[in-house]
Every structure is written in C-alpha cells, then in structure tokens.
C-alpha cells in the first residue's frame, strides 16, 4: 500500500487523470448501456473518454 502512495505523491496528475477515467468510463457505461452500441463504437468512446479525463486534469493542472 505505501508503494501506491508513494507513486500517488510522484505522480499526482498521472494518479488524478486515472480515477478520473475510471470514474468517467464507469458514468459512460452505465448511462450508454441501452443504447445498442457495436464494441468499435464502445472503444471510441472508451478511448475518447480516457482523453477528455486526461485534458481535463491537464487544464486543471495550469496554475
């Protein structure tokens, strides 16, 4: 478990932009369900989700 924090403290937006994606995906899921979806429309979306995460903790991270 300390190596997880220790990683976390050296890496805080690599750590912020991973539970963000998980976090977002998991919405994205849940709420796209029902849709009909094909699996290469999923991984786009999956994919585009984890890069809006990624830019997200990106501007947040402009000081």
């Known amino acids: 478990m300390s190596r997880l924090?220790?990683?976390i403290k050296?890496?805080?937006?690599?750590a912020s932009w991973t539970?963000?994606?998980i976090g977002m995906v998991a919405i994205l899921v849940w709420e796209a369900r029902?849709?009909?979806?094909?699996a290469h429309q999923w991984a786009a979306?999956?994919?585009?989700?984890?890069l809006v995460a990624g830019a997200?903790?990106?501007?947040?991270?402009?000081?």
């Not at 050296?10 to 690599?14: E, F, G, I």
């Not at 979306?45 to 984890?50: D, K, N, P, S």
Request: overall charge negative; glycine content about 6%; aromatic content about 10%.
């Open 5 to 7: 924090v220790d990683w």
């Open 45 to 50: 979306l999956i994919v585009a989700t984890i």
């Open 10 to 14: 050296r890496h805080p937006q690599l």
């Open 19 to 21: 539970v963000l994606a």
């Open 56 to 63: 997200c903790v990106w501007i947040i991270g402009w000081e």
């Open 34 to 38: 029902d849709v009909g979806l094909l």
